[in-house]
């Protein structure tokens, strides 16, 4: 169970500081992880959604189209939201996503997500706590994605 504090520091300024057991959370603090999807991550992905766009495979079809190589499903790689928040905060209910694709992602590139606390309030016993996150292409540092998730805590 989380809880709250105030810390009062340097007259009224005051931060807001969550604990879960030995945990804290606190506005402003971004949690990340790494990921490169595979050829045959995309096609469990693609063979558990019944995603059979031939932009995900083979090569043929995704260059037919325009790119270089076969293209990650967008979906795919914004489950790294729920992930990391699943990850630092076991038994969180993720409870929505605001999603902005704005670039492609190709089998094989390495990305960076993160998220970050950007508001915390109690709700019905639990935390309601809203993430901002965003997807990087990590070579060129490219955003791919950009949006908000909300999770009870």
């Given amino acids: 169970m989380l809880s709250f504090r105030k810390l009062c520091s340097l007259g009224s300024n005051v931060e807001k500081v969550f604990s ?27 063979q558990l959604c019944k995603n059979s766009n031939p932009i995900h495979f083979p090569v043929s079809s995704a260059e037919g189209l325009g790119f270089e190589d076969c293209l990650v499903p967008e979906l795919l790689y914004a489950g790294l939201f729920p992930a990391i928040i699943g990850m630092q905060f076991p038994g969180a209910v993720y409870v929505s996503q605001k999603l902005e694709f704005k670039k492609p992602v190709l089998i094989g590139e390495r990305l960076l997500a993160d998220v970050k606390v950007i508001n915390i309030r109690l709700h019905r016993q639990k935390y309601r706590v809203t993430f901002q996150t965003a997807c990087w292409l990590k070579r060129i540092m490219a955003q791919v994605i950009d949006g908000t998730a909300i999770a009870l805590l």
């Fill in 20 to 46: 879960l057991g030995t945990a804290t959370l606190k506005e402003g603090e971004v949690f990340s992880t790494e990921r490169c999807f595979t050829l045959d991550d995309v096609q469990l992905f693609s």
